[in-house]
Every structure is written in C-alpha cells, then in structure tokens.
C-alpha cells in the first residue's frame, strides 16, 4: 500500500489544503446560490404583494377571500398527497388556521406549529 508520510514528502498536506481551497470553493458557490434564492424570493413576495393589492382595489377582494382560497388549495394539495387521510391538519395555536400536519410554521402568520417534533 502507499504511504506518502512515508516517502518523506508532505503529500498528504497539500492533499488537505487542496480538499480544503475545494470545500471553500463549493462553500463561496453555495453561499451566492443561497443569495439569489434570497433575491428571487423577496421579488416574488414584492409581486405577489403588488397583484393582491390591485385585485383588492380594481376588484373589491378581502383578506378574508384570499384566505379562503388559500384554504381550499391547501386542502386539495392534502388531498392529492394522502396527508389527509393519515394525518389531520393541524391548527395553528397562534391565528387559528388549519395547516398541514407536516408543516412547522404556519402558512397564514408565520409562527411555529406545535407537533410531533420527529415528523417529516
């Protein structure tokens, strides 16, 4: 078997040094991926903000109305992954609303979910 310790020379040095620029490189990568997932998303969330406030204005929709769709969506999406079936939803103990039982944050104020903490 091959040693390079053995051979006097520092192999196994540059061998980490090389793994470790590597690992940093990937690292720099993902930390610019994460960025523009960060941008992407707040865009999404400034258009998403703009077409709910037209359609409140031109069309006279409520919060409560969104809500609503929002809802029935989500249990269709239950209903379409089984979920319903073997797992209720929950409610949120902080707004009220029924969530997905795998989710750990509410879908409607953002606050954590109580549930089984070993669930995914």
């Not at 409607?108 to 109580?114: A, E, F, R």
Request: aromatic share 8%; hydrophobic share 40%; proline share 6%.
């Amino acid at each position: 078997m091959f040693y390079p310790m053995m051979l006097g020379s520092d192999l196994s040095g540059s061998y980490a040094s090389a793994t470790a620029t590597a690992a940093e490189n990937d690292a720099r990568e993902v930390r610019t991926d994460v960025e523009l997932f960060k941008h992407d998303l707040d865009r999404l969330l400034m258009l998403t903000e703009a077409l709910w406030t037209l359609m409140k204005q031109e069309h006279g929709y409520t919060d409560d109305v969104l809500n609503g769709l929002i809802q029935k969506i989500d249990q269709r999406k239950m209903a379409a992954d089984g979920v319903a079936a073997k797992d209720p939803p929950v409610t949120c103990p902080s707004c009220g609303r029924p969530n997905l039982a795998k989710r750990t944050f509410c879908i409607y104020c953002g606050k954590p979910l109580s549930g089984n903490p070993f669930a995914r």
